[in-house]
Nanobody, 124 residues
Framework: QVQLVESGGGLVQAGGSLRLSCAGS????????MGWFRQAPGKEREFVAA????????RYADSVKGRFTVSMDRAKNTVSLQMRSLKFEDTAVYYC?????????????????WGQGTQVTVAS
């Protein structure tokens, strides 16, 4: 059982920055990549960014490339998402994810472990 706990959401003005963090624990966690998905009201959950535990490879959704940075602290089993130049359309609930398929899958249906979600609201 993998447990993920997010922190760092909140309200920010457009153009501002925010940092999300997620701490993971549990058995079989050692080989899991970690990352972030998000879900806006009325929309499906979508991939944002992820990082490989094995070699640090990262993947980003086109909509966040150049603005968001994902990173992992392997020793602490944490993943962070630094978000810059935030836009109104980045408003969503952000979910931490962990799975052996990350960062090479962008399908939420293939993710086996989720955090509870943290709200990010960008005011225009």
């Amino acid at each position: 059982q993998v447990q993920l706990v997010e922190s760092g959401g909140g309200l920010v003005q457009a153009g501002g920055s925010l940092r999300l963090s997620c701490a993971g624990s549990g058995r079989s966690f050692w080989n899991y990549g970690m990352g972030w998905f998000r879900q806006a009201p009325g929309k499906e959950r979508e991939f944002v960014a992820a990082v490989s535990r094995r070699d640090g490879t990262t993947r980003y959704a086109d909509s966040v490339k150049g603005r968001f940075t994902v990173s992992m602290d392997r020793a602490k089993n944490t993943v962070s998402l630094q978000m810059r130049s935030l836009k109104f359309e980045d408003t969503a609930v952000y979910y931490c994810a962990a799975d052996a398929n990350l960062p090479y899958t962008q399908s939420s249906e293939e993710i086996r472990s989720w955090g509870q979600g943290t709200q990010v609201t960008v005011a225009s």
